[in-house]
């Protein structure tokens, strides 16, 4: 069985309860255990050009897996889950708007994957957001990036370094 972690985040609707419902579909799915899930962060959205204004904040978490699914069919079904949440499909959606749920594959374990647009792992931008990196951190501080060789737990740190001088990573919301 291979170890794959997922991001997951929501922001339209009961986020909580969206969150939930895409850790409760992944648990009964052939060949997978969930094997633990984070605990769940509020972020704010990402910022800049191209990214949609006045979206609510995020509700982020991962999930680590065992699973012997293919990486390509491990996607169709968390795109499943993202539709029967409701989420818009694909060409008629907003790049980086809102939704009411999005699942990304992480890391299947050392390996690495680029077979089209749709999958590429490790995901290209987890290392640059701290949505992803905390919650990640939390369930697996010791894995070790495939590609730049730094535990996920060193990647964080660095990154909150970094947030401290340059400003938003799409860090916790503050009150």
Same mark, same amino acid.
């Given at each position: 069985?291979?170890?794959?972690?997922?991001?997951?985040?929501?922001?339209?609707?009961?986020?909580?309860?969206?969150?939930?419902?895409?850790?409760?579909?992944?648990?009964?799915?052939?060949?997978?255990?969930?094997?633990?899930?984070?605990?769940?962060?509020?972020?704010?959205?990402?910022?800049?050009?191209?990214?949609?204004?006045?979206?609510?904040?995020?509700? %982020?978490?991962?999930?680590?897996?065992?699973?012997?699914?293919?990486?390509?069919?491990?996607?169709?079904?968390?795109?499943?889950?993202?539709?029967?949440?409701?989420?818009?499909?694909?060409?008629?959606?907003?790049?980086?708007?809102?939704?009411?749920?999005?699942?990304?594959?992480?890391?299947?374990?050392?390996?690495?994957? %680029?077979?089209?647009?749709?999958?590429?792992?490790p995901h290209p931008r987890m290392c640059?957001?701290?949505?992803?990196?905390?919650?990640?951190?939390?369930?697996?501080?010791?894995?070790?990036?495939?590609? %730049?060789?730094?535990?996920?737990?060193?990647?964080?740190?660095?990154?909150?370094e970094q947030s401290n001088r340059e400003?938003?990573?799409?860090?916790?919301?503050?009150?």
């Amino acid at each position: 069985m291979k170890d794959v972690y997922l991001g997951i985040g929501s922001n339209l609707g009961d986020r909580t309860a969206h969150l939930k419902y895409a850790c409760d579909q992944i648990a009964q799915f052939d060949l997978t255990y969930v094997i633990a899930v984070s605990p769940f962060y509020e972020t704010a959205p990402l910022t800049g050009e191209g990214v949609p204004d006045n979206q609510g904040t995020f509700l %982020n978490g991962a999930i680590h897996l065992q699973t012997d699914l293919q990486p390509t069919d491990l996607l169709r079904k968390l795109q499943h889950i993202e539709t029967e949440a409701g989420r818009v499909v694909k060409n008629k959606r907003v790049h980086w708007g809102p939704r009411e749920l999005d699942i990304d594959i992480l890391l299947v374990g050392k390996e690495m994957i %680029n077979e089209d647009e749709e999958l590429t792992v490790p995901h290209p931008r987890m290392c640059e957001r701290w949505f992803v990196l905390k919650p990640l951190a939390d369930i697996a501080e010791n894995f070790v990036h495939p590609l %730049n060789h730094h535990k996920i737990g060193e990647l964080l740190r660095d990154l909150e370094e970094q947030s401290n001088r340059e400003g938003n990573l799409g860090l916790p919301v503050k009150d």
